[in-house]
């Protein structure tokens, strides 16, 4: 099956840093979610990118498909940014395969 | 749109005894998907719906774990005896259709004793 993998594993960072936060998947794929896990576990969906390049506020994301990566990027880390952020691609009919997550927190 | 639901939010069991989960989708989607996150993991799927009919339960433990979704709607998720290394979060998402993105519930923590 596909692979998902994730890096970095951990990051910790100071409030109003920037953070770049990559997922690379072992095969070609026709989307791509990244989504935000809370301290409470609800997990938020960000985007939903199978190509190129949107933007959310301070977030954005870019995947390139031909080449197998997509990338988040967080500017101006806030407190409420911490928690674990996933990506997730599918697989078969349409099941999500998850990497392992980036934990990320953001320090005061 | 009212996202989905799901209940209870927690829930803590002994081993060997039974337990189930239930899910309403957000209304007029069509596919329904039930997630296990053990704790430190990404989520993992066990079941797959369309309409009320099963796509995918591959990764289910049959042994144990049993689902339905009555009239294309509702789902519920049962263990049935429950083990120690059930303990985990079960997440319920839904999507309009394959492929579209997926919108995922608050979850249930399950813990076993």
């Known amino acids: 099956g596909i692979q998902v993998e994730q890096s970095p594993p951990d990051l910790i960072l100071q409030e109003g840093a920037n953070s770049t936060l990559r997922c690379n998947f072992s095969?070609?794929?026709?989307?791509l979610q990244w989504f935000h896990q809370n301290p409470w576990g609800q997990l938020i969906n960000l985007f939903y990118i199978p190509s190129g390049t949107k933007q959310n506020g301070r977030l954005s994301a870019t995947t390139v498909a031909t080449e197998r990566y997509s990338l988040l990027y967080i500017s101006s880390s806030q407190t409420t940014d911490s928690g674990v952020y996933f990506c997730?691609?599918?697989?078969?009919?349409?099941?999500?395969?998850f990497g392992q997550g980036t934990r990320l927190t953001i320090n005061p | 749109e009212a996202g989905v639901a799901q209940s209870p939010r927690y829930k803590i069991i002994e081993k060997r005894q039974s337990v189930a989960f239930w899910c309403n989708p957000i209304s007029g989607h069509a596919t329904l998907y039930w997630y296990q996150q053990i704790l430190g993991q990404g989520p993992k799927l066990l079941i797959q719906f369309q309409n009320n009919g099963v796509v995918d339960d591959s990764q289910l433990p049959k042994d144990r774990f049993s689902a339905e979704r009555l009239k294309g709607v509702d789902s519920t998720l049962k263990i049935q005896p429950a083990k120690l290394e059930d303990s985990a979060v079960y997440l319920c998402?839904?999507?309009?259709?394959?492929?579209?993105?997926?919108?995922f519930g608050d979850g249930t923590r399950l813990s076993i004793l």
């Open positions: 997730a691609v599918p697989q078969g009919a349409q099941k999500l395969v």
């Open positions: 998402a839904s999507s309009s259709y394959g492929g579209q993105p997926q919108h």
């Open positions: 095969d070609s794929v026709n989307n």
